[in-house]
């Protein structure tokens, strides 16, 4: 049985772990997380999944309660801006579509021929929701969609069933803080120090790690949360990383910190805003927001792409300090090497354009917990391990290359390369469907990854990759019953936006 696991590095991915071990294992193992006080912590991931929410869940954390702690805010979708024409946008929410007689309402959408509405606008309430900047949340703290909010069981990110209707906004620095005290409350076990080096046994496995002031820190497992060098799996293990970069070439953001100008302004969304050579976010939190560019730099150097971005947001604001950050784009080949799993950005990272740093690391976790080892450290379960962890990332991969192949801006350099970039293996064949069908759970990427058919159509559909006419057989259908859908959710749409409160409205009341 194994009862020592020694974590290198905090940051969100490393406190995330510390705390989940702790709560699924209890003091049956003992946790020491090790981490140098000199070491700046990346901050990826502001904006997450709507899977987080299972996260907290199954640490027994209430919202109201760690939510405001760590200036946090609400996440409804993400809200593409000029990513086809200037002016322009579309939202992907988390919502599933609705059925009716066999058919989704994006295939009769398609069917009906109604375009006076954008299809996000016209099969989602959420759209209508995010246009409204409304809370999902009522003042009393019910959820504006009845039967979701109960206890979710300690259950995992491949096993649900219902799609939970947000995400959250946060400052990923307090949120590591916050669940630092969660975790050691827990029993695990701080220490702030450099590590010097790490020393591996005759076989090569990691046996401890010797540390400036506290000597060595000997483990079973250890788990590499050192970012986007790599240590342990990387540097000490020789782990090969495996760079996207052929089809993913962004390799840098520069991040800015803005003043909200209306405090009370807040949008329940993540917003990504199409820019000369890449594209923005910009994330509300309660009092700022977080706002950056990510781009290739082989179309805009550091310094244009600063400038690019201040004069987008904070024009006048040159007090505002920028973090320029490398980006390691890919996975490592395996994850888990010997008695070593890397978790966060020394195992995988992809641009954040659809927030899954944070859902990689959830992701990480639980698949570690499932295949936790005992002392024959079996190598099917760690295969099974690595090839879980890969599959997710893969999948999320070619959901991002998607983005670029079916956005229609051909205005600079960068945006007419996109066009000719490699595909990933699948992503043609699933796009050459798209223009003569919609794609379902048996045609989208075959393995978990965290994305269900209707994101990957409402990506298409709000791109313009639309198919070039509705299934056959709808048209043998009688469209009543559709076209009562629509109305019932627009009716449905108009009095959630007339009875939820604002996104701001409603956090200013648990922050009091």
């Given amino acids: 049985m194994i009862r020592s696991v020694v974590i290198v590095g905090g940051g969100t991915a490393g406190w995330m772990t510390a705390s989940y071990l702790k709560a699924a294992f209890a003091d049956r193992i003992d946790v020491t997380l090790v981490e140098s006080a000199q070491v700046k912590r990346i901050g990826v991931g502001e904006a997450t999944f709507s899977t987080l929410r299972h996260f907290f869940d199954y640490l027994g954390l209430d919202e109201a309660d760690w939510l405001p702690k760590c200036a ?78 109960g206890d979710l069981a300690k ?14 906004h946060f400052d990923a620095d307090e949120v590591a803080r916050y669940l630092a005290g969660y975790a050691t409350r827990l029993g695990a076990k701080h220490v702030v120090d450099n590590v010097e080096h790490v020393e591996q046994d005759s076989r090569g496995w990691i046996s401890h790690v010797r540390t400036t002031s506290h000597g060595d820190i ?4 250890f788990i590499d949360c050192t970012g986007f060098r790599g240590l342990l799996i990387n540097k000490t293990l020789g782990a090969k990383f495996r760079s996207f970069q052929d089809v993913l070439p962004n390799n840098r953001a520069v991040a800015l910190r803005v003043p909200r100008e209306e405090a009370t302004d ?39 792409a600063e400038q690019e971005l201040r004069a987008a947001v904070a024009p006048g604001m040159d007090e505002l300090e920028a973090n320029h950050i490398r980006m390691r784009i890919g996975r490592n080949e395996e994850s888990w090497v010997r008695n070593c799993v890397a978790i966060g950005l020394s195992s995988a990272f992809v641009e954040p354009l659809e927030s899954t740093g944070i ?63 490699a595909m990933p293996e699948g992503l043609r064949e699933r796009m050459a469907l798209a223009e003569t069908r919609l794609l379902d759970e048996e045609t989208i990427y075959p393995h978990y990854h965290g994305f269900e058919s209707y994101s990957w159509n409402t990506m298409n559909l709000g791109l313009g990759h639309v198919p070039r006419t509705a299934q056959p057989a709808i048209q043998h259908i009688d469209a009543g019953r559709a076209r009562a859908e629509f109305a019932r959710l627009r009716a449905e749409a108009k009095e959630m936006v007339a009875t939820l409160p604002s996104c701001y409205e409603y956090l200013a009341g648990i922050n009091n």
């Fill in 72 to 149: 946090g805010g609400y996440k409804l979708g993400i809200r593409f801006e000029n990513w086809s024409r200037q002016g322009e946008h579309f939202y992907h929410p988390f919502e599933r579509l609705r059925t009716v007689q066999g058919f989704s309402l994006a295939d009769w959408w398609l069917a009906l021929g109604d375009r006076s509405k954008p299809f996000d606008r016209s099969c989602f309430i959420t759209s209508a929701l995010c246009e409204a900047k409304r809370a999902p949340r009522l003042m009393d703290g019910s959820l504006f969609v009845s039967g979701l909010d």
């Fill in 155 to 168: 259950s995992t990110l491949d096993e649900q069933r219902a799609q939970f209707p947000y995400a959250y």
């Fill in 218 to 221: 000997a483990g079973e497992l």
């Fill in 266 to 304: 807040m949008a329940p969304y993540t917003t990504a805003t199409a820019m000369s050579a890449g594209w923005r976010w910009t994330i509300p939190l309660f009092r700022r927001n977080g706002t950056g560019y990510v781009y290739s730099d082989e179309f805009i150097t550091p310094d244009e």
């Fill in 359 to 421: 859902f990689f690391i959830q992701h990480a976790i639980e698949q570690l917990v499932k295949h936790f080892p005992d002392r024959r450290w079996d190598p099917r379960q760690i295969a099974a391990y690595n090839t879980r962890v890969a599959h997710a990332v893969d999948g999320v991969k070619e959901f991002l290359v998607l983005h670029y192949k079916a956005a229609q801006r051909e205005d600079t350099p960068y945006w007419k390369e996109a066009k000719l970039r």
